[in-house]
């Protein structure tokens, strides 16, 4: 058995659930994850691509880094464990699914009420004036830089030592605090501050359950581990639950 019926009875009476999901939910729609074997980091290392410092120094390069993501995101679909996720916001009265992904697959979705930890990929604005410029394509002649005052232009993600958005990381800790259920999901637990986002959850009284293919650094923390892909766990979860809720409250008009 994938999962318990404990799992499945409290994600069917619950009214707010939080869901955190990382690199390894995208996996099965052939985006590389970080940090496993042949994922984005062995062939580019972090350190050398997506930070401040790399970026101001050789700015073309990171440049071209998120152009051939963003091309790899542009390019493939949404699997069934984001496909789950969707089915599950329905099924609950209070949903919040909160991403480090900066793939936009989980809006690509469906999902609705999405929290982006670590900005968007399909983002891009200016360092100097901020000018958001969505239209960012690498320069021939140098790095691509904005057209109103020449500053360059930076994808709209988090790097290291760069602060989270405030909103969204206020969003996310009351849905935490908040949740009788939080599910973490395709996410190695070890970037901080989304890393403790399961932990202010268990301490706030929910249950804790992490779906990946191996333990995550939390692993010893969760109330329940559930070893396997997100694309065949999670539809099998949701489908259990809609065993025992078969209607939506929202469509029921109970809210
Ligand atoms: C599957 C699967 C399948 C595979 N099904 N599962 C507290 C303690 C220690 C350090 C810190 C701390 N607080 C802050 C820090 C510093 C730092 C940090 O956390 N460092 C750690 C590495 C130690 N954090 C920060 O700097 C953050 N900023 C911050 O805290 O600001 C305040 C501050 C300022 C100045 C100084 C100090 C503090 C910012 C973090 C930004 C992270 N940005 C990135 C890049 C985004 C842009 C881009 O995409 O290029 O975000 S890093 C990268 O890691 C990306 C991801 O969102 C993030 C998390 O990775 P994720 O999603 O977990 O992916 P993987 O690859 O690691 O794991 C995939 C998992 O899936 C694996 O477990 C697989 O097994 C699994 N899997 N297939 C299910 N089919
Ligand atoms: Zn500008």
Same mark, same amino acid.
């Given at each position: 058995? /994938?999962?318990?019926?404990?799992?499945?009875?409290?994600?069917?009476?619950?009214?707010?659930?939080?869901?955190?999901?990382?690199?390894? $939910?995208?996996?099965?729609?052939?985006? *590389?994850?970080?940090?496993?074997?042949?994922?984005?980091?062995?062939?580019?290392?972090?350190?050398?691509?997506?930070?401040?410092?790399?970026?101001?120094?050789?700015?073309?390069?990171?440049?071209?880094?998120?152009?051939?993501?963003? %091309?790899?995101?542009? %390019?493939?679909?949404?699997?069934?464990? +984001?496909?789950?996720?969707?089915?599950?916001?329905?099924?609950?009265?209070? /949903?919040?699914?909160?991403?480090?992904?900066?793939? #936009?697959?989980?809006?690509?979705?469906?999902?609705?009420?999405?929290?982006?930890? +670590?900005?968007?990929?399909?983002?891009?604005?200016? $360092?100097?004036?901020?000018?958001?410029?969505?239209?960012?394509?690498?320069?021939?002649?140098? *790095?691509?830089?904005?057209?109103?005052?020449?500053?360059? $232009?930076?994808? #709209?993600?988090?790097?290291?030592?760069?602060?989270?958005?405030?909103?969204?990381?206020?969003?996310?800790?009351?849905?935490?605090?908040?949740?009788?259920?939080?599910?973490?999901?395709?996410?190695?637990?070890?970037?901080?501050?989304?890393?403790?986002?399961?932990?202010?959850?268990?301490?706030?009284?929910?249950?804790?359950?992490?779906? %990946?293919?191996?333990?995550?650094?939390?692993?010893?923390?969760?109330?329940?581990? $559930?070893?396997?892909?997100?694309?065949?766990?999670? *539809?099998?979860?949701?489908?259990?639950? +809609?065993?025992?809720?078969? +209607?939506?409250?929202?469509?029921?008009?109970?809210?």
């Amino acid at each position: 058995m /994938f999962f318990t019926n404990t799992l499945v009875e409290r994600l069917a009476h619950a009214r707010h659930v939080a869901v955190l999901t990382g690199a390894g $939910i995208s996996a099965e729609s052939g985006i *590389p994850t970080f940090r496993n074997p042949g994922g984005l980091w062995d062939r580019f290392r972090p350190e050398e691509l997506a930070n401040l410092d790399a970026f101001l120094q050789n700015p073309e390069l990171v440049q071209e880094w998120y152009e051939y993501r963003r %091309n790899v995101a542009m %390019n493939t679909s949404p699997n069934p464990g +984001h496909l789950a996720l969707v089915d599950l916001e329905d099924l609950i009265e209070d /949903f919040t699914l909160i991403t480090q992904n900066v793939d #936009d697959l989980h809006r690509r979705a469906g999902s609705k009420n999405v929290v982006e930890l +670590h900005g968007n990929i399909m983002r891009s604005y200016c $360092i100097d004036c901020g000018r958001p410029a969505d239209d960012f394509k690498p320069n021939d002649e140098g *790095p691509y830089v904005c057209r109103d005052c020449g500053g360059l $232009i930076r994808p #709209d993600v988090v790097w290291f030592g760069e602060l989270l958005p405030e909103e969204a990381v206020e969003q996310a800790q009351r849905s935490a605090e908040r949740a009788e259920v939080f599910l973490s999901i395709g996410t190695s637990a070890i970037v901080y501050p989304a890393a403790g986002l399961p932990l202010l959850a268990k301490q706030s009284g929910a249950y804790v359950a992490e779906v %990946n293919i191996e333990p995550s650094a939390i692993a010893g923390d969760m109330d329940e581990t $559930i070893q396997g892909r997100a694309g065949e766990v999670l *539809p099998r979860l949701v489908e259990a639950v +809609h065993r025992i809720k078969p +209607h939506s409250n929202k469509r029921n008009g109970q809210l």
